[in-house]
């Protein structure tokens, strides 16, 4: 850090957080095995708790994680089942570590067969 006479500070240290907490959403994807966008994924740092529940637009469950790092492939369950190319809606809870607020998200995803 430097002063306003120019000097520096070499005292001032960057720390990085510790606590660094981010949810990132996404909102399409092409389950065609092409290699791009091909499962429908949240990218969560640092978090304790994570549940992801997918509903059709009947408000039937089709797709449920609890471990932000699996992902929904388009599939039932992600079973053999392949779904329709249409909107789906989704509801994520959260927490992260730095805190004990539970957060939810909502929103829709829309799947794309080409």
């Given amino acids: 850090m430097q002063d306003e006479y120019g000097c520096f500070d070499t005292a ?20 065609n095995d092409d290699g791009f966008n091909d499962d429908f994924r949240m990218e ?17 469950l089709v ?14 369950n992600n079973q053999e089942n ?12 959260y927490q992260f570590n730095c805190d004990n607020k539970r957060r939810k998200a909502e929103g829709i995803v829309e799947l794309i067969r080409p």
């Fill in 82 to 93: 392949e779904l329709p190319a249409t909107t789906y809606f989704y509801i994520v809870d």
């Fill in 44 to 60: 969560v740092v640092n978090q304790s708790y994570f549940r992801l529940d997918i509903f059709n637009r009947y408000g039937e």
């Fill in 12 to 31: 001032f240290l960057d720390i990085e957080s510790e606590f660094y907490k981010e949810l990132i959403l996404y909102s399409v994807f092409t389950p």
């Fill in 63 to 76: 797709f449920r994680a609890n471990d932000p790092n699996e992902s929904w492939n388009g599939k039932l």
